[in-house]
């Protein structure tokens, strides 16, 4: 018999407050700081309709943030997150790599590195199916 994996561990709650907390706190601030965090950065990236997408990943943000935090339909927040954080490593970190250099892009990714690894351990724990002896 097999069954979805349901059980966290105490390090499973670390790393959900973990990614949690940081993807609530940038999706407010992309709504409180539209010009730094929002709309006006992602304009000066290069993302389309950057009016409309700003506040949408800003809201995503908060509402997938949210459901990690409080280990509530887990597998629907993650899928959207890792959306969010691979288009931010490739818009801002890759793309303007070649411009900054390795040690200001390697500088710049840490906290996109962290969560990307934090969203890639919780979708292991989400979708892993365990056996049941």
């Known amino acids: 018999m097999t069954k979805i994996n349901t059980k966290f561990s105490f390090p499973d709650y670390l790393i959900n407050l973990m990614v ?8 407010i601030q992309k709504w409180i700081l539209p ?9 000066k990236i290069g993302i389309p309709y950057p ?11 908060i ?34 790599f070649p411009e900054k250099g390795l040690w200001e ?6 906290n996109d590195f962290c969560m990307l690894l934090g969203l890639i351990y919780l979708a292991y724990n989400a979708f892993s199916v365990k056996k049941i002896a």
């Not at 691979?86 to 890759?94: F, R, W």
């Open 105 to 110: 892009t390697l500088h710049a990714s840490r």
């Open 51 to 61: 009016e409309f997408t700003g506040y949408f990943v800003g809201v995503t943000e």
């Open 63 to 96: 509402v997938c943030g949210l459901l990690v935090l409080a280990t509530f339909k887990i597998r629907y927040s993650i899928i959207p997150l890792l959306i969010i954080i691979v288009v931010a490593i490739i818009s801002s970190k890759i793309i303007p």
């Open 20 to 27: 949690g907390l940081v993807f609530l706190s940038e999706g």
């Open 35 to 43: 010009n730094e965090r929002g709309v006006g950065r992602f304009a």
